[in-house]
């Protein structure tokens, strides 16, 4: 299941940069570079997504709600130092939805990894 979630989330981004690169008038209003950024969060979200019904799946829902709400909170401080600190604008909103949702990933699999005796 997880598997087939970034393998879609993989073949999206990658049939997604035609479309940048076209006449379509949504692509015009940032730069190229930041729609590339965005890509980045395509297989992320879902490998992220994944891991998380994973936890629900195995009834970890302490853990679950704990990585989401640390998954936030790490996002509105990855805001605060990349937007506001170092006026990054929305390249700095993508990296830091990008940072809190490696965040979340290293989370979860730190949950689901069994650790070695």
Avoid: K, W
């Amino acid at each position: 299941m997880l598997a087939i979630g970034l393998a879609g989330g993989g073949t999206a981004a990658l049939l997604a940069i035609p479309l940048i690169h076209s006449d379509i008038g949504f692509f015009r209003q940032a730069r190229t570079d930041s729609f590339y950024l965005a890509l980045i969060l395509v297989p992320l979200t879902a490998l992220s997504e994944g891991l998380e019904h994973q936890l629900a799946a195995l009834r970890r829902f302490a853990r679950l709600a704990a990585v989401g709400v640390l998954q936030i909170a790490a996002n509105v401080l990855a805001i605060v130092v990349l937007v506001l600190g170092c006026d990054l604008g929305v390249d700095g909103a993508l990296l830091a939805l990008a940072g809190a949702q490696s965040f979340a990933v290293a989370a979860c699999l730190l949950d689901l990894i069994p650790s070695s005796p």
